[in-house]
């Protein structure tokens, strides 16, 4: 099924946001983490202009390390402060939409 990119937009901020608040994680884990999910549609280009947009915000900060493999350099993102009030804003947001959207769902007949 095809979502679409305005959709998957919104979604992926907080999803993302939501694992960064986990604990500090990188790009290709990230990525991971959203695929064990089941979140649809993820490519690996897709998530870095999400994060890069997330730091500019200031909803999460970045540093970068050495890989614990002996590969190249990742660069690890932690949530601060404004991304936790962001995060919650989001599950709010959520929580609302998600329910008006079941309730609508629930009555509406199965279209042939």
Do not use: C
């Not at 990188?26 to 983490?33: A, M, P, T």
């Not at 998530?47 to 730091?55: A, F, S, W």
């Not at 929580?95 to 629930?106: Q, V």
């Amino acid at each position: 099924m095809s979502i679409s990119d305005q959709m998957m937009k919104g979604l992926l901020d907080g999803a993302i946001l939501g694992l960064i608040a986990q604990g500090e994680t990188y790009g290709y884990e990230i990525l991971d983490k959203l695929k064990s999910q089941q979140f649809p549609e993820i490519s690996d280009g897709s998530i870095y202009p999400v994060l890069l947009r997330l730091n500019k915000k200031g909803y999460v900060t970045s540093v970068s390390k050495k890989s614990m493999t002996g590969g190249p350099k990742h660069k690890y993102y932690s949530i601060t402060d404004t991304g936790k009030n962001e995060l919650n804003q989001f599950k709010a947001n959520w929580h609302y939409l998600n329910n008006g959207m079941n309730n609508l769902m629930r009555s509406v007949n199965d279209v042939n």
